[in-house]
């Protein structure tokens, strides 16, 4: 029963994925139904599998939705049918992106970057650096994949160092290079979505996140010169010698300098080309990026001679890891769900009219100020900034 539950789920998730693009260029109501109900099987399937107890956001965003639509006396079947399809270009991301794990994983890049760059990352200190730097490289590939992925990089590396100072040590280095990244990493779905909802400059956002990034490494190049002191233990001396045993079995220079060079390529090739197209086609980013996507993973595989590769790997994603997005996805669709019904009330109107409210009560205070408060708050309930939409 469990295999039947999985396989419908996967099943939903294609066909939401295939209708979800073709509709976008060729919109049929019909097609937008069984795009609507094929989301609401990535729902109920996902609850099944997930059980209610371990799914209690996305329920509970999805819960508060149909409240509030038998309150509104809105049409609760039509609600459905459009709420399912309000985060539609959010679930499509989600589904596309995670594919470019498939080029990372076929040779050692990481492994390359780190024998490369070892000279630079000699100390503690420099060390922590490239890995929260690295890890918002790795982010532009992996999303919220690169937590895991990088931590075992870096455990890969420090094998033999353990203790609380070391675990601190790897663990706010990666957690505190991944929440930079949502700064100005263009495939991280928050980012790509506040771009396209605010109708930003793509290049300006990208530079004001990269600066606004940059400032929080260093603020945590400071916090973590404080936290080694704190522990009382010297962190470059055990680095250095696993750096040292590291290269001891890393021989091959050649090899090390082909994956350096065909990593900066890659990145280059897929950052540069979602750039150079938004610039210069009509199509929303959140469209854009996983069409940009495939073709850049297709062309990989092409290039490499390794399409049998691409066979089985995508093949593999589709039985087991595919499964895995789904919780992301059923957040998104209760998030759905519950910004439509808010859309038929007078919400938006309320919040407005409060924060005016506020602002004349308290002259000096300035709207703007409160916006990143309320966006932290509705966070918590997993809106985030999807409420702007």
């Not at 990026?289 to 066979?311: A, D």
Request: proline content about 2%; aromatic content about 14%; overall charge neutral.
């Amino acid at each position: 029963m469990k295999k039947v539950i999985q396989w419908g789920l996967t099943i939903s998730i294609i066909i939401f994925t295939i209708l979800h693009f073709y509709t976008y260029f060729n919109e049929h109501e019909l097609l937008l139904n069984l795009l609507s109900i094929s989301g609401m099987g990535i729902f109920l399937f996902a609850v099944v599998i997930y059980t209610p107890a371990k799914i209690k956001m996305p329920l509970g965003l999805f819960i508060v939705g149909i409240i509030i639509f038998v309150f509104s006396d809105s049409s609760l079947t039509q609600g459905l049918m459009s709420g399912f399809l309000q985060m539609r270009n959010m679930i499509g991301l989600l589904i596309i992106v995670p594919m470019i794990s498939w080029v990372l994983r076929e040779e050692a890049y990481l492994e390359a970057i780190m024998g490369l760059g070892h000279q630079f990352l000699n100390t503690s200190r420099k060390f922590y650096f490239g890995i929260i730097s690295f890890t918002q490289i790795i982010s532009y590939f992996l999303l919220f994949g690169s937590i895991p992925m990088m931590y075992q990089f870096v455990n890969m590396i420090l094998k033999d160092e353990k203790g609380e100072a070391w675990e601190h040590f790897k663990g706010t280095a990666v957690l505190r290079g991944f929440a930079l990244s949502v700064m100005w990493v263009i495939s991280i779905p928050s980012f790509a979505f506040v771009v396209e909802v605010m109708d930003a400059n793509l290049g300006i956002s990208i530079v004001q996140g990269m600066m606004v990034a940059i400032c929080g490494i260093f603020i945590s190049l400071i916090f973590s010169k404080f936290e080694e002191k704190k522990y009382g233990v010297n962190l470059t001396a055990g680095l250095t010698s696993e750096i040292e045993d590291l290269l001891s079995h890393t021989t091959n220079k050649r090899e090390v300098n082909r994956h350096s060079i065909e990593f900066i390529v890659l990145f280059i090739s897929l950052f540069g080309s979602i750039f150079i197209l938004n610039a210069f086609v009509e199509m929303e980013l959140l469209v854009l990026i996983p069409m940009v996507v495939m073709i850049w993973i297709i062309s990989y595989y092409v290039f490499k001679r390794r399409l049998n590769k691409l066979y089985e790997t995508a093949k593999t994603y589709i039985q087991k890891d595919m499964v895995s997005q789904s919780y992301q996805l059923c957040v998104m669709l209760g998030a759905g769900i519950l910004i439509f019904a808010l859309s038929q009330t007078g919400f938006a109107s309320i919040v407005v009219d409060g924060v005016y409210s506020l602002q004349e009560i308290i002259p000096f205070l300035n709207v703007l100020y409160l916006l990143p408060f309320m966006v932290i708050i509705l966070g918590f309930f997993g809106l985030g900034p999807l409420w702007f939409s």
